[in-house]
C-alpha cells in the first residue's frame, strides 16, 4: 500500500508540474503577444508624430518660397500678421513688459516677490497644484528676469558633481505638469544642493507648459548656479504654433489686452533663442537635446551666436533680395525677420551662417540608429541619424565618455545604445496614451555609473490589467492611424486600382502593404496590423476597399470634391500655421482675398493639384454672413474625421491574445 500512494502522489505531483508548465507557457506567450501588440501601437504614435514633425520641418522651404514671392501678389507695404510678427528691436525696457500691466486686488493668484527666493517656488507649486493661473504680470517678469540671466550664459554649461552633489538630468516634460510634481517628490525641489539639468521640450503637447515653463524659469532664477536649462526643438515659436503652447497662451490670458498676451509671446522667442543648447557633466558626458552628427563642432558650437538661431524653419538667409513686383522692374526688397515680417525696403537681418545653422539643427533633432555613418534624419524631416561609429568619433576627438540626450519617447523612460555611450532619457509618461510609456531620470556622479529612476504618474487607467491598457492604447492608436488613411483614400485608391490587374477589389496581403507604405511613408508593420485595419478573405487577400471603412471626412458642403476635401484636412495643420500669419489680432478672419492669394502660393509649393476655383467656390460658401471674409479656423474645423464605430476593434478575447 506504501508504494502504491507513494506512486500516486508522483503522479499527482508530475501532473501538477506539467500542467503548471502549461500555464506557464500559455501566460509567457499571451504577455509577449500582448507586448508585441504594445510596440506596435507605440510605433504608430512615432511614426505618425514624426511624419507632422517632417511636415513641419517642411514649411521651413514654403516659407522661403512664400516670402520670396508674396510681393508678387500684393505691390503695397506687405506685413505678414501674427502674434510674433513685430519689428526685431533691441533690449526692451522693462517698463515695456511689466510695470505697465497693473494686477488687480480681484487677483487671488501666487503673487511672486522679486528678487525670487525659494519660498516663490514653494508658492507657485502649490498654486498650480490647485489649477490656478499665474497673472500675466508675473509671467512677463519672470521671463523678463529669466531672459537677462540667460544671455550672461555661455553656449555650453559646464557641471561639476561630487558625492555629496549629485546632478539630476531630466528629458521632455511637453507641458506635463503632474510628471514634474512627481520627479520633484521622488527626487527633491531644485536647490545647491540638488542641482538639475532639464534637457529642453519643456513645453507643447501637454495641457501645462507655460506652468512648467514658469517652474522651471522661477528655479532658474532662484538657483542660477544649481538648475540649468538647455533648448529642445519644441522651444521654438514656429513649432509652438503646430503644436499647442501658443494656443495654451491665447487661452489662458485670452481676456488680457492683444498687446499683452503679444508680448508674452515675444519675449517667449527671445528667451528660447537665448537658452543654452547644452551641458558638460564633468569635462566628460556631454547632454544635448537630441544628438550628433559627424561633423558636430563642439568647438565652433561654443562660439556660435545662439540667439541668432530664431526658429528651425527661419532659413539661412546671407543677404537680402530684390524682387521684381511688376512689368516696370520696380525693385522691392523683401526681408523677413526673426519675427516673420515682410517689409519693403527692409535692411538684412541677422541670421547664423548656414553651416553654423545646420550645427545647432543637429543638436536639436538628431537621433541615434544601430547602423553606422550618418544619414539624413528622414523620419523627422531635420538632423541625422546617427551611428555608434559617429558617437565614437566625436566622443573621442573631445575626450568624452558619454553622451545623454532625449527627444525620443522611451517605453522605460530611458534606453541605453551604441555600446552604452549613448543614453536617451524622457521625463513625460504616459505621452501618447494612458499607460503608454513610463517617465525617468538620471542621476550623475563623477566616478559611478549613471542611475536611472523611473515612474509612471498613476491615473485610472494604469490600474487596470495589461490586457486592458494594452487595448485603450492600440485603439487610440489604431484611431489615428484610420485617420491618416482616410486623408489619402483618393491616392490609396488610384494605387490599389494600379495593382488590382483583374479588376477583383482584393489585393495580395503584400500588395496591399506595399500601396500603403508608398503612399503614406509611415515605415510600419502592415502586415501584422492589417487584421485591425481591413476585411481578409479566407484565401488572404486583401479587400482593399475596406481599409476605409466605417470612416469619412465630414464634408463642409455636399457639393465640395472629395480630393479637395481630402487634400484640405491633410494639409489642416499646416495650412493653419500659415494662415495664423496673416491674422493680426487672431480674430481668425481673413479676407478672401488673402485666402485666395496664400492658397494660390501654397499649392504652387506643395504642387497640390486642384483647380483654384474649387478652393475659392468653397471659401465663397464658407463666408456666412458674405461680409468678404472667412473665420479660417471655423474652416478648417468644418473638415473633420467621423469614426462610425468608437470601438474600432472588439475587446474580445480572441483579438487581445
Known sequence: MGCSSSSTKT?????????????????????????????????????IEYADEQGQMQLSSFFSFMFENYAHVHKEELELRHQFLESEQDMRDRLDYVDLIDVPDSYNGPRLQFPL???????????????????????????????????????????????????????????????????????????ESNPYVFNGDFVDRGKYSIEILMILCVSFLVYPNDLHLNRGNHEDFMMNLRYGFTKEILHKYKLLLTATWKKILQILEELYAWLPIGTIVDNEILVVHGGISETTDLNLLHRVERNKMKSVLILPMET??????????????????????????????????????????????????????????????????????VTSKILNKYQ????????????????????????????????YEEGSNRGAYIKLCSGTAPRFFQ?????????????QRVYTMESSAIKILKERVISRKSDLTR?????????????????????????????????????????????????????????????????????????????????????????????????MEEFCDMWKLFSSHYNVLIDDSQVNKLAN??????DG???????????????????LMKPDVTNLV
Open 11 to 47: 503522479r499527482k505531483s508530475e501532473t501538477s508540474l506539467k500542467a503548471a508548465l502549461i500555464i506557464q507557457n500559455w501566460y509567457r506567450g499571451y504577455k509577449a503577444r500582448l507586448k508585441a501588440r504594445q510596440h506596435y501601437a507605440l510605433t504608430i504614435f512615432q511614426s
Open 117 to 191: 527666493t525659494c519660498t516663490d517656488i514653494d508658492l507657485l507649486l502649490e498654486a498650480f497644484k490647485e489649477q490656478q493661473v499665474l497673472h500675466a504680470h508675473y509671467v512677463l517678469e519672470v521671463l523678463f528676469e529669466t531672459k537677462k540671466v540667460l544671455k550672461q550664459m555661455p553656449n555650453f554649461t559646464h557641471v561639476q558633481t561630487s558625492p555629496s552633489k549629485e546632478l539630476t538630468i531630466c528629458g521632455d516634460l511637453h507641458g506635463k505638469l503632474d510628471d514634474l510634481f512627481m520627479i520633484f517628490y521622488k527626487n527633491g525641489l531644485p536647490s
Open 320 to 389: 537680402n533680395r530684390d524682387y521684381d513686383t511688376d512689368s516696370t522692374h520696380n525693385k522691392v526688397g523683401v526681408t523677413f525677420n526673426a519675427h516673420g515680417r515682410i517689409k519693403t525696403n527692409g535692411s538684412p537681418i541677422e541670421h547664423l551662417p548656414k553651416h553654423e545653422w545646420e550645427q545647432i539643427i543637429d543638436i536639436l533633432w538628431s537621433d541615434p540608429r544601430g547602423k553606422n555613418g550618418c544619414f539624413p534624419n528622414t523620419g523627422r524631416g531635420g538632423g541625422c541619424y546617427f551611428g555608434p561609429d
Open 400 to 431: 568624452l565618455k558619454m553622451l545623454i540626450r532625449s527627444h525620443e519617447c522611451k517605453p522605460e523612460g530611458y534606453e541605453i545604445c551604441h555600446d552604452g555611450k549613448v543614453v536617451t532619457i524622457f521625463s513625460a509618461s504616459n505621452y
Open 455 to 467: 515612474y509612471q504618474v498613476t491615473k485610472a487607467t494604469c490600474f487596470q490589467p495589461l490586457r
Open 495 to 591: 494605387a490599389f486600382q494600379l495593382q488590382d490587374h483583374r479588376k477583383s477589389g482584393k489585393l495580395s496581403l503584400s500588395q496591399w502593404a506595399f500601396c500603403m507604405e508608398n503612399i503614406l511613408g509611415l515605415n510600419l508593420p502592415w502586415r501584422s496590423l492589417s487584421s485591425n485595419l481591413v476585411n481578409i478573405d479566407k484565401n488572404g487577400n486583401v479587400e482593399y476597399m475596406s481599409s476605409f471603412q466605417n470612416i469619412h471626412i465630414e464634408k463642409p458642403v455636399q457639393e465640395a470634391h472629395s480630393t479637395l476635401v481630402e487634400t484640405l484636412y491633410r494639409y489642416r495643420s499646416d495650412l493653419e500655421i500659415i494662415f495664423n500669419a496673416i491674422d493680426t489680432d487672431h480674430s481668425g478672419l481673413i479676407s
Open 621 to 626: 460658401v464658407m463666408d456666412l454672413n458674405k
Open 629 to 647: 471674409s472667412i473665420d479660417f479656423h471655423e474652416f478648417l474645423k468644418a473638415f473633420y474625421v467621423v469614426h462610425r464605430y468608437e470601438g
